[in-house]
T-cell receptor
Framework: AQTVTQSQPEMSVQEAETVTLSCTYDTSENNYYLFWYKQPPSRQMILVIRQEAYKQQNATENRFSVNFQKAAKSFSLKISDSQLGDTAMYFCAFRGSAGGTSYGKLTFGQGTILTVHP | DAGVTQSPTHLIKTRGQQVTLRCSPISGHKSVSWYQQVLGQGPQFIFQYYEKEERGRGNFPDRFSARQFPNYSSELNVNALLLGDSALYLC?????????????FGQGTRLTVV
């Protein structure tokens, strides 16, 4: 079974600075995707960025980038030029290609609460 | 376009009762998934439906059931409610069912069991 671990329950950063959120995962699959989702106090989960396991190049979306270390099974999220609107709970998630009862399943980590201070 | 809509937003039920939660996916999305998020934790996968058929099921008891209708909307039913069923229930829709498909989430239904 896949597991996703986020070891930082809470993080804080000053506005305009850079912060990195950590995530590790465990799987025996070769074909999978990793995701970072943001959940603000409004509760709606929003996709921040995703990474395909077969792609060596790290994904980037504007101020958000990942450091994907496949051998180490590590998938960290870097937020540059942090903004007040980045304050939210961030979840790392895994989806594999295995079928059966796990079909379509996103496996989430425990989350990291990020607070951006003015 | 409207996003994923869930109803009701909040719900209070008594132990032993039954509850039905509803989800309307984004237009054109044929895949709907349900997740349970206990306060302070990550969401846990309950079900995935694609083209009106159950395609995936998480580790939840048989008290949990779901279905998807011809218009791709979905209902999640929970029978014989327990206090531990109190949680935020999230619905997500996807256009396809590929491994990398983006899941679009609704704002959830907050269920409180007393």
């Amino acid at each position: 079974a896949q597991t996703v671990t986020q070891s930082q329950p809470e993080m804080s950063v000053q506005e305009a600075e850079t912060v990195t959120l950590s995530c590790t995962y465990d799987t025996s699959e070769n074909n999978y995707y990793l995701f970072w989702y943001k959940q603000p106090p409004s509760r709606q989960m929003i996709l921040v960025i995703r990474q395909e396991a077969y792609k060596q190049q790290n994904a980037t979306e504007n101020r958000f980038s990942v450091n994907f270390q496949k051998a180490a099974k590590s998938f960290s999220l870097k937020i540059s030029d942090s903004q007040l609107g980045d304050t939210a709970m961030y979840f790392c998630a895994f989806r594999g290609s295995a079928g059966g009862t796990s079909y379509g399943k996103l496996t989430f980590g425990q989350g990291t609460i990020l607070t951006v201070h003015p | 376009d409207a996003g994923v809509t869930q109803s009701p937003t909040h719900l209070i039920k008594t132990r032993g009762q039954q509850v039905t939660l509803r989800c309307s996916p984004i237009s054109g999305h044929k895949s709907v998934s349900w997740y349970q998020q206990v306060l302070g934790q990550g969401p846990q996968f309950i079900f995935q439906y694609y083209e009106k058929e159950e395609r995936g099921r998480g580790n939840f008891p048989d008290r949990f059931s779901a279905r998807q209708f011809p218009n791709y909307s979905s209902e999640l039913n929970v029978n014989a409610l327990l206090l531990g069923d109190s949680a935020l229930y999230l619905c997500a829709s996807s256009k396809g069912q590929g491994v990398g498909a983006e899941a679009f989430f609704g704002q959830g239904t907050r269920l409180t069991v007393v």
